[in-house]
């Protein structure tokens, strides 16, 4: 069994910071990508960041330069710094990892329980 578990989420004022985490646990051979998407009352689910196993990163156009993704191998875990950030950033924020499973059980995709961003004055 693996799992997700996000942590981070909380009430800022526009300007304002925050740092999510998720980190990954159970039964796992090697993670390839991790990511975050975010998912705002009434819209879809969009991808925020990625970052690969090789360190590669990418951003949607609406975060970039104020978003940072980065991973840490060793505790299997990633994180997004949210910098300046704005109302429209306000919605509830998901880990997503594709990863091999142990002991030869094969490829998984895993999702977090998610965790809620609200940008407020």
């Known amino acids: 069994q693996v799992q997700l578990v996000e942590s981070g989420g909380g009430l800022v004022q526009p300007g304002g910071s925050l740092r999510l985490s998720c980190a990954a646990s159970?039964?796992?051979?090697?993670?390839?990508?991790m990511r975050w998407y975010r998912q705002a009352p009434g819209k879809q689910r969009e991808l925020v960041a990625a970052?690969?196993?090789?360190?590669?990163?990418n951003y949607a156009d609406s975060v970039k330069g104020r978003f940072t993704i980065s991973r840490d191998n060793a505790k299997n875990t990633v994180y997004l710094q949210m910098n300046s950030l704005k109302p429209e950033d306000t919605a509830v924020y998901y880990c997503?990892?594709?990863?091999?499973?142990?002991w030869g059980a094969g490829h998984m995709d895993v999702w977090g329980q998610g965790t809620q961003v609200t940008v407020s004055s």
């Open positions: 159970g039964s796992i051979f090697s993670i390839n990508g």
């Open positions: 997503n990892v594709d990863l091999w499973r142990a």
């Open positions: 970052v690969t196993s090789g360190g590669s990163t």
